[in-house]
C-alpha cells in the first residue's frame, strides 16, 4: 500500500504496456493491490510521484502480457482506480491503420469509437440499478487537447482525431472485415478502448486514448499485419509514448482544477427509483454512486 506519508489521491493513471510506468523519474515507487466487487484488477497497480504528480499505472495484460483483450478485467480495472481517487485516465494502446496517411509508429489521438466487441461486461450497472450515461462523445476533449499539444512539442508523428473501432480479438481482422472498416472510415482498429472507455464514463473518471499505430491491418497488400511487425514497431513506439507521459501529466493535473461533464456523468443517469434501488447493488456501486445518494 502507499506509504503512510502519502495522504492525497491517485488522481491521474495510465493504463498500457507493463512498461509504461519504467519512466525515468518517478519517485517513491510501490505497489497496491486492490480486490473489487468484480474481481481482481489485471496486475498490481504501480504507483508513484512524476513530476510532483501522485500518478498510477496498470499494466492492461498484466506484467509478462498474460491476457488475452477479451480476459482483460476492465469492471475490476477501473473501480480499483476510481477507489484510489482517480480522476484522469490516458489509455496507451497499440493499434492498426487503416488510413494510408496514418503510418506504423504515427501516434494517433481518436476523437470517437465504434463497438464491434462481442463479448465483454460493458457496465457496472444492472441487479437492481439502471443508469444510461451520456456517451456520444467517448473521449475527454480537455484531456485530448493536452495530449495534442503535448506530441506536437515532442515533434512525434502524429495525427488529432478519428474513430477507433474497437473488435473482438483476439486474432486480426480478415481482409473483407479491413476493407468495410475502411469504407465505414474508421482510422485505427484496436482491441482494448473497449469497455475501458464506456466504465471510465460510468465511473466518472475523464479517459483519453493514444493510439500507438503498429502495422497497417491486412488491407495494405504486402504490408499485412503480423506479430513480429507489430512487436517491432510497438518496441519502438514505447520510448516516445513515456516521453509523452512525462511531459502531459502536470498538465494534465491542472485540469482537475477546472470543472468536465465527464465527472457528472451519473448526476442524471440513474433511472431506477431511491426506493426502489437494490441496497446490495448500491453497497457494491458506492464508489461510484456515494457522492448522488
Known sequence: MPSEKKSEPFRIAVIGGSGVYEIEGIDDLKEVRIKTPFGEPSDAIVTGSLNGVW?????????GHKLLPSEVNSRANIYALKTLGVEQIISISACGSLREDVKPRDFLIPDQIFDRTKARPSTFFGEGIVAHVGFADPFCNAMRDVLHVGVKELAINHHFGGTYVCMEGPAFSTRAESEVNRKHGFSIIGMTAIPEAKLAREAEICYATVGLVTDYDVWKEGEEVNVETVIGNMNANVANSKRLIKLVIPRLAALLEK???????????????????????????KPLLGKYF
Open 55 to 63: 500518478c498510477a499505472f496498470l499494466p492492461r495484460h498484466a506484467r
Open 259 to 285: 470543472s468536465c461533464a465527464c465527472r457528472e456523468s451519473l448526476k442524471f443517469a440513474v433511472m431506477t427509483a431511491r426506493d426502489s434501488i437494490n441496497k446490495e447493488t448500491y453497497e457494491k456501486l
